[in-house]
Structures are given as C-alpha cells and as structure tokens.
T-cell receptor, first 113, second 115 residues
Framework: GESVGLHLPTLSVQEGDNSIINCAYSNSASDYFIWYKQESGKGPQFIIDIRSNMDKRQGQRVTVLLNKTVKHLSLQIAATQPGDSAVYFC????????????FGAGTRLAVHP | DGGITQSPKYLFRKEGQNVTLSCEQNLNHDAMYWYRQDPGQGLRLIYYSQIVNDFQKGDIAEGYSVSREKKESFPLTVTSAQKNPTAFYLCATQTGGERGYAEAFFGQGTRLTVV
C-alpha cells in the first residue's frame, strides 16, 4: 500500500487500551473541527466533528475534546482495536470565509496485539 | 454506487509532460477540492471550486490547472511547470451543510510518479 506519512509521529498502544491523539490548531478564528482517519493507500474518512461552541462531543468509541483557550483538539479512542491502526488528521475551518479546511500533519496510530 | 471516483489510481509521468487526473462525483455536492499529500505532511490545498465554472487557487496552485465545466467533474492537470509532482493527490467534495458545517468527503486518491 501507499506509505502516507513516513515521518509522522507515531502513537503505539496495546489492543484494548484507550488512545489519545492530540492536535494543536493554528487559528483562533476557526469555528469547526474534524477528525479524519486515513488507512494506507486510501482517502481520509470522516470520524467525528465538533463546532467551536462545544468542548466535547462523543461518538461510537470516539470522543473529541476541544480546548479553545490553548487551541488544542484531541481524539480519544476507547478500547483500541487493530482496525484502528491508521494515520489520523485533524482539520480546522476558518470562520467567516469559504469552507476551506486546513489539515494538520497527522499522527500514526499503531495498535499492537 | 454513490461517491467520489478518482482515476487512475496510479499514474506515471515523464518529465516535461502534462497529465490530467480525473475526479467525478455523484453526491450532488457543490464544492470540490484538490489536495496534495506528501509523506510526513498533511493535506495541502491546490485548487477549489464552489460552483460550476468557478474555481479558486489554493495554497500550492503553481504548476497546476483545473476546470469545472460540470458539477460532477473537477479534473486536475499537472503541468510541466510543476517541478516536483510526485505525490498522492486527493479529490474531495463538500455539501453546503448548515451554515457550512459540513465535512469533506474524499476519493481514494491518485498516486502520481515522475519517471
């Protein structure tokens, strides 16, 4: 498959543990944030999103936390499974303009049995 | 089968050649985007289009060109002016959503290699 992100930071976790992936975003004016999962050789897939008027949002096995004070976003994955192994990107949308998403560099999650 | 189709999956280009990457969608989304992805980096925006017959340069448009003659199609041409075209190219679409709060949907990408 494709080697997307050869030099990305890697988070290694044991199967069954919880994972926390962090992202520092750049623009205090951003009002919408998205987490994407990208498997090798594939396009990114939507995981969960959050608007800037919220500080927490939960999905199935995933939780996104937003701290606007320090411009920090995190993705928590509960009971991490081997299928969660992928590169995870956060994206931010700048408010007031076009719906342009700005992507972070990504973090590789490696799940070990 | 709804979604975004990028073709080809792999593309090889000789130096000095122009090549065109195809992106077709049947999601009826107004906005379409082209991103470039290099190892160790996030996605960088090349061009985007909000409506038919309109498109705007992104952050790294030099050496690329696009057209948007139909809502369903947003082809990207990598010209010989692009000095380092080897990369993974991703096409995305986005619906307007409630006040624009809408995620982008991605195709499966085209891997372009200069030989």
């Amino acid at each position: 498959g494709e080697s997307v992100g050869l030099h990305l930071p890697t988070l290694s976790v044991q199967e069954g543990d919880n994972s926390i992936i962090n992202c520092a975003y750049s623009n205090s004016a951003s009002d919408y944030f998205i987490w994407y999962k990208q498997e090798s050789g594939k396009g990114p897939q939507f995981i969960i999103d959050i608007r800037s008027n919220m500080d927490k949002r939960q999905g199935q096995r995933v939780t996104v936390l937003l701290n606007k004070t320090v411009k920090h976003l995190s993705l928590q994955i509960a009971a991490t499974q081997p299928g969660d192994s992928a590169v995870y990107f956060c994206a931010e949308r700048e408010s007031g303009g076009y719906n342009k998403l700005i992507f972070g560099a990504g973090t590789r999650l490696a799940v070990h049995p | 089968d709804g979604g975004i189709t990028q073709s080809p999956k792999y593309l090889f280009r000789k130096e000095g050649q122009n090549v065109t990457l195809s992106c077709e969608q049947n999601l009826n989304h107004d906005a379409m985007y082209w991103y470039r992805q290099d190892p160790g980096q996030g996605l960088r925006l090349i061009y985007y289009s909000q409506i038919v017959n309109d498109f705007q340069k992104g952050d790294i448009a030099e050496g690329y060109s696009v057209s948007r003659e139909k809502k369903e199609s947003f082809p990207l041409t990598v010209t010989s002016a692009q000095k380092n075209p080897t990369a993974f190219y991703l096409c995305a679409t986005q619906t307007g959503g409630e006040r624009g709060y809408a995620e982008a949907f991605f195709g499966q990408g085209t891997r372009l290699t200069v030989v």
